[in-house]
């Protein structure tokens, strides 16, 4: 009688460790899925491929009426990156989402290959030679020829066209950076080079700020010009640029 309490007991709290185990494994699940869809909530909206037409539309926990049910492989917050997993009539879908920038330059990347726009068509204001933020790789070299220098690095490829003066950088095909590094390309909108000082800089673009002229060569951070666009100056050149900072 005594053996047979003692194994009831045993048992029972065996039981009770099996339980607060499974109450565990189901909290860190749905602590994951909350994660996954707060971050679905950053790129909520209709999305626009370069045609005008809608690929996606993203709300609520759900992609394309689909239910978000899981993610992995998260990083950064904005920009940021991840693969969100949902559920089709006819099974799980695992979708790589890249997204950047802001205002009328907003990006979302499908699987680093599909770039997606907030507006059926596309907008820019600044721009150099013709190239502006948000075009493709392919519309860059139709526009200036084969470049004479490339480099690839994780994604990022930089397009040197040294006889014009400018690079160009693409993450994933999308434009995201272009440089200044000649002395005679210029800015279409304010007519400024690399070689204009701070000042006329600051006065044309409006910045919220002023840059310091004894340090133009060092990176003070990017400024904003409105439409989602940032000038930074380093190392001896201008660049326009997506990123914030």
């Known amino acids: 009688m005594y053996m047979y309490s003692k194994l009831r007991w045993i048992l029972g709290i065996v039981f009770s460790i099996l339980c607060m185990c499974s109450s565990i494994a189901v909290d860190a699940y749905q ?21 005008g037409n809608k690929v996606l539309t ?12 899981d993610g ?12 969100f997993i949902i559920q ?6 695992a979708i790589h989402l890249q997204w950047m ?35 493709t790789k392919q519309e860059v070299i139709d526009l200036l020829g084969v470049p004479s220098d490339s480099v690839d690095s994780r994604g990022r490829e930089t397009l040197k066209y040294s006889d014009l003066g400018i690079s160009v950088e693409h993450d994933h095909g999308v434009v995201t950076v272009i440089n200044l590094i000649g002395d005679n390309v210029r800015f279409e909108k304010s007519g400024l080079t690399r070689e204009s000082s701070l000042i006329e800089y600051y006065n044309f673009y409006q ?26 100056f380093s190392d001896g050149k201008v660049s326009l640029t997506l990123y914030s900072n």
């Open 31 to 51: 602590n994951s899925l909350d994660s996954t869809i707060r971050a679905s909530n950053k790129i909520v909206g209709d999305w626009y491929d370069t045609s």
């Open 58 to 69: 993203i709300s609520n926990g759900y992609i394309n009426g689909c239910p978000i049910v």
């Open 72 to 83: 992995v492989d998260f990083v950064g917050g904005y920009p940021g990156a991840g693969v």
């Open 88 to 93: 089709e009539a006819q099974g799980r879908k």
């Open 101 to 135: 920038g802001y205002d009328e330059h907003k990006t979302l990347i499908i699987n680093k290959k599909v770039q997606l726009s907030t507006i059926p068509q596309r907008q820019h204001y600044e721009l150099v030679n013709g190239v502006y933020l948000g075009m």
């Open 207 to 232: 910045f919220s700020r002023m840059p310091s002229e004894f340090s133009k060569d060092t990176f003070q951070g990017c400024f904003s010009i409105g439409h989602g666009e940032y000038i930074a």
